[in-house]
């Protein structure tokens, strides 16, 4: 799978003010499809003030459908630099907060067959999601 070949659909976009700086900051969700199949659903949190807080995606793939067990759903997380994007470890509190899906952390995905279509469907959403333009500069 290629971020070409995958189709990102923008769903819901919010701002909040930030709880430690004070700044806009917006969340972007949406959808990503793959060959007209639903591949996963994504959010990105973003805010004016990138260097203090840099963008972080969330993707989230799996059965999501409301009888799903949390065990055939998972989660990874991005964070994007200047410099690139990284893979990155949910934290502990979130982790213990979590019930829908089961949060991947780096070790889960680096080396493994999904590692290539996590970045896949990041690179889509950074290349395709209309409202991240203004972070490519």
Same mark, same amino acid.
């Given at each position: 799978?290629?971020?070409?070949?995958?189709? &990102?659909?923008?769903?819901?976009?919010?701002?909040t003010k930030c +709880?430690?700086?004070?700044?806009?900051?917006?969340?972007?969700?949406g959808d990503l499809?793959?060959?007209? %199949?639903?591949?996963?659903?994504?959010?990105?949190?973003?805010?004016?003030?990138?260097?203090?807080? $840099? $963008?972080?995606?969330?993707?989230?793939?799996?059965?999501?459908?409301?009888?799903?067990?949390?065990?055939?759903?998972?989660?990874?997380? &991005?964070?994007?630099?200047?410099?690139?994007?990284? =893979?990155?470890?949910? +934290?502990?509190?979130?982790?213990?907060?979590?019930?829908?899906?089961? $949060? =991947?952390?780096?070790? +889960?995905?680096?080396?493994? %067959?999904?590692?290539?279509?996590?970045?896949?469907?990041?690179?889509? &959403?950074?290349?395709? +999601?209309?409202? =991240?333009?203004? =972070?490519?500069?």
């Amino acid at each position: 799978m290629r971020w070409e070949d995958i189709c &990102v659909s923008e769903r819901q976009t919010d701002q909040t003010k930030c +709880d430690c700086c004070r700044e806009v900051t917006t969340r972007a969700t949406g959808d990503l499809s793959f060959e007209g %199949d639903f591949k996963a659903w994504y959010d990105v949190f973003f805010s004016a003030n990138s260097l203090t807080h $840099p $963008p972080m995606i969330s993707i989230y793939v799996g059965d999501w459908s409301e009888d799903a067990a949390p065990d055939a759903r998972w989660g990874a997380r &991005v964070v994007w630099h200047t410099e690139g994007c990284m =893979l990155v470890d949910w +934290d502990v509190e979130t982790k213990e907060d979590i019930d829908l899906f089961t $949060p =991947l952390d780096r070790n +889960d995905i680096l080396g493994s %067959d999904f590692a290539t279509e996590v970045w896949a469907m990041v690179d889509a &959403v950074i290349m395709k +999601d209309s409202r =991240l333009k203004e =972070l490519h500069s």
